[in-house]
Each structure stands twice: as C-alpha cells, then as structure tokens.
C-alpha cells in the first residue's frame, strides 16, 4: 500500500474504542505508539473503551496486562464477549443449563453469573462455543448430541476464523463453530462478539456518546469496520494485526480511515477544527482559568505530547502477513457447504 492510501484521521473524537489484539499490542508487546496515544486521548479528555473478542481473559485480566504493559487500565475499560455473554442467556434462555465447548473461563463466567453449566448433553438448553485451545473431538461430541438429539440451541462467543499472533496466529471461535454447525446441520442464533449487535449495545452504552462523534479502531474489516458501519460511527483500520494491503484492496468493506498502525491514529499536529463537544467541554472544566494577557502578548501554549514508544514497546513489532480462511459472508465464516436447519426445541 502507497502512502498516498493510507489516511490518518484530520480530527479528535468524543469516544474512541480500541480493538486489542493486532492494534495495540501484539503477543506480548505493544505496538509502537500505543501508550503514547492511549495518553493522548485521555489527556484530551475523550472516552475511551478496549474493545476485544477474544475471550481467553476475562476484563479484570485485559487490565492487568494493558497496566503491566504500561497502558493504566481498569475493569471498566474493556468490554469482552463474556461480558454480554451472561446477560444474553439470562434474558434469552432463563434457567436453561449450558454445556459449553470452551475454556475454563467460561464456564467460570458464567457460573458466576448463576447459570448452570452441565456435561450432559440430555440436561443443556444452549451450547456455548468460544475459542479453545483444548478443542477435541470428545467435546464435539457431547454439543453434537446436544443439539442434534435433545435440541439444544448454539450461541457462540465470537466469529473470528484466527487470533493474531507474533507466530502466525490461532485457530480462533470460528474454527470450532463451523465444527459444531456442520455436524448438528444448525446455525447458531447469536454471536456475542464484535460485530453483533449484543457487544454494539453495550459499547455505545459505555461510550455514552453520539455515535458520529465516535470510532472504532480495529485491524478486522469484517468485526471493527463493519461494527462501526452498521452503528454509524467512523472507522480506523490498522495494518498491524489481520488483515493485508491485499485484502483490504479486494474487499467491498470500507473503511473511513486506513493507518499503518496505532501511532498515527491522532492527527499529527493540533487539529484546524475543534474536538467533539462533549470532549471539549470535559476538558474545559478540568483546566484552570488561564492567566491575565497583556494588550499585543497573547498565552503561552503548548506543543501536543510526540508519539515516541513508551516503556514496555516493542519498536520493531510488525503485523504478519495472515490471510484468513475463504468463505467469509457477512459477518460469519462457513467453513462447510451443506443446507443447515433451524435448532429444534
């Protein structure tokens, strides 16, 4: 890709959300840029919001390690699909028992929550499948039965065909779905994750800003991009985690902007324009009066902070070249072509 195609916003936002995985760090590095912009949007005094669908961790884990990584972070800041994943089943399938196909984690989630997590495929009203690194056929099996002999319904984590990694990447929550659709012939009717719409309510809940005074930066254009499209706030692809030059060049998903990675997603010098309101007026009220000026000086101002890579960035950290899996369509990958059939209840 030319530099003349890559476009850096020209503006500051009220509310930005911020994907994890291949845009701010990635394994176990930040991305070049990262803490310093992340320090930029709160000094300015937007809202910000982590936003990730990946469930190995739970929200208190992502902020321990953006902390550990030189990036503050509270609980609060980032929003996961088990942080809907609860909700959805309390209010969708209340009292039903979940066998999950899934890590730990999960089941931990939402055990905590009050809901009953069973092995017997005879006792589950819903399967739930996440990314897992234990998949194995005897798990298939039991959510196989589940749904196929007692009618259990399918409710998945996240659509993602591929974590990225600094090694090439995972096999992500798509891998095991297309697994359990293909042998049950049953869709599942929710997906938690980026870009459905149970994460999309509760980020712009979060941000608590008008959607076109937001963004979403991601390195997805079918999870980031196409959630901020369907949501109208703006989007900023990033080149550093999943998707190529190549990719973005045959999709039909456009984004409004296309950067090179996180450290020029702010504008490079202080705006012509005026930030959001909201974001304005919460900055104005946590600055003191400036001072008196006499007639022909004017303030004293100041130079915005350069985005040199904090302690704990890795320079040199680069994007892998990753193609994901064909048969994308939507927002959901099918890797397996047979007619499906509604889950039977």
């Not at 910000?48 to 390690?65: D, I, K, Q, W």
């Not at 989630?109 to 005879?122: D, H, K, Q, R």
């Not at 690194?133 to 002999?149: D, E, I, M, P, Q």
């Not at 891998?175 to 042998?183: G, K, S």
Request: proline share 10%.
């Amino acid at each position: 890709m030319t530099a003349a195609e890559l476009r850096r916003p020209e503006r500051l936002f009220d509310g930005y959300a911020l994907d994890l995985d291949g845009t701010v760090y990635l394994g176990d590095a930040l991305l070049p840029g990262a803490a310093a912009t992340v320090r930029r949007i709160r000094q300015r005094g937007s809202r910000l919001v982590f936003l990730t669908n990946n469930p190995l961790r739970s929200a208190a884990s992502y902020a321990e390690r953006l902390s550990g990584l030189g990036i503050p972070a509270a609980e609060a800041d980032v929003l996961t699909p088990l942080g809907v994943l609860a909700g959805y089943l309390g209010r969708r399938h209340p009292g039903a028992a979940v066998l999950t196909v899934a890590e730990p984690l999960v089941d931990e989630t939402l055990a905590a929550a009050g809901i009953t997590v069973t092995s017997e495929p005879a006792a589950a009203g819903v399967v739930v499948v996440s990314f897992d690194r234990t998949f194995s056929y005897a798990k298939l099996l039991l959510a196989y039965r589940a749904v196929r002999h007692f009618g259990a319904a399918i409710v998945a984590t996240n659509p993602d065909p591929f974590c990225p990694t600094p090694d090439g990447g995972w096999p992500d929550c798509a891998a095991m779905l297309a697994a359990v659709e293909a042998c049950t012939e049953t869709r599942a009717e929710a997906i938690m994750g980026k870009p459905g719409e149970h994460m999309a309510a509760e980020l712009l809940r979060r941000l608590a800003a008008p959607p076109a005074s937001t963004v979403i930066v991601g390195d997805r254009l079918l999870t980031d991009v196409s959630m901020s499209r369907s949501l109208g706030m703006t989007s900023v692809l990033v080149l550093s985690g999943a998707t190529t030059p190549g990719e973005l060049a045959s999709s039909p998903v456009r984004p409004d902007y296309v950067i090179e990675g996180i450290g020029q997603l702010l504008p490079a010098d202080p705006p012509s324009g005026r930030p959001g309101r909201a974001a304005a007026c919460r900055a104005a009220a946590s600055r003191p009066a400036a001072p008196a000026t006499s007639p022909g000086t004017s303030p004293v101002g100041s130079t915005p902070d350069g985005l040199q890579p904090a302690a704990g960035e890795n320079p040199s950290a680069r994007a892998l070249p990753i193609a994901p899996p064909t048969g994308v369509h939507g927002d959901r990958v099918r890797l397996h072509a047979h007619p499906s059939r509604p889950h039977r209840r």
